[in-house]
């Protein structure tokens, strides 16, 4: 039932946020309920209200990946926003007991350790799917100072976001943050919906803070792979970075993210001197 009001939400809120003008219907009468109809979904879509009535019930078993297609096309979805559902209707599927996964705790492997080592004049650093600072090299680790020491954290990106005032003062652009931190777990929930470890995390989430909370609700999804990230770091100030996301087929639970400064800016200058002052060990959190 649970993964079935999570398909029912998720494709209520796509359809509620639509409007008639935006698919190019024209007129439609009044309306007591926000976004399209289901009628006009189907009408989109090439499908029957019935089986659009059945999906949004939550109810994707069976539901051929042709369908899925049509109707995030009708639906508007974006990239996030397709794979999500197919998610959604993978994890539909009937799983023994025996074989249900349950979600395990990758490990860097000595390569990757060795990679990170060697990247030595810009910080980069590996986080799994529940938002856990897993490895860095010593640029990484000195950026990340202010969450790894925080004991709020448990070294968690997400819990640290969250739950710990000082979050917001390292993070000023902390509302757009805290969207794409929501978005990115949704994403990562519907593609491992047996993740023991990534629901408690959600659980404790939501029961702890209505920010969170409130952010789930909307069902928005995310891919985090390339961006803008601003950061005030209490050591060295203000850094502006741009950032890179590298998956990992080996390790498919990892991603590796890379932080670079644009030449000649000021970022670049206080990062030398975060790398100055990582070397005294002052920055350095154990490893």
Sequence with gaps: MEHQTEVSEFLRTRRERLTPEQVGIIGGGRRRVPG???EEVAMLAGMSVDYVARM???NLAGVSPELLGALARALRLDEAETAHLHDLARAAAPVS????PRGSV???????????DAVTATPVWVRNTRMDYVAGNDLG???FAPMLDDPASRGNNALWTFLSPAARLYYPDWEQGADSVVASLRSDAGRTPHDKGLTDLIGELVTRSDDFRQRWAKHDVRFHRVGTKR???PAVGDLEFDFEAFEMPGQPSLTMFAFTTRAGSP???RMRLLGSLAATSELQPER
């Design 36 to 38: 399209l109809r289901r």
């Design 56 to 58: 949004e019930r939550g």
């Design 97 to 100: 007991p025996r074989r249900k």
């Design 106 to 116: 990758a490990v860097v492997p000595p390569t990757l350790n060795r990679f990170l």
């Design 141 to 143: 680790r000195a950026l």
């Design 231 to 233: 950061i005030h770091h």
């Design 267 to 269: 970022s670049e200058d």
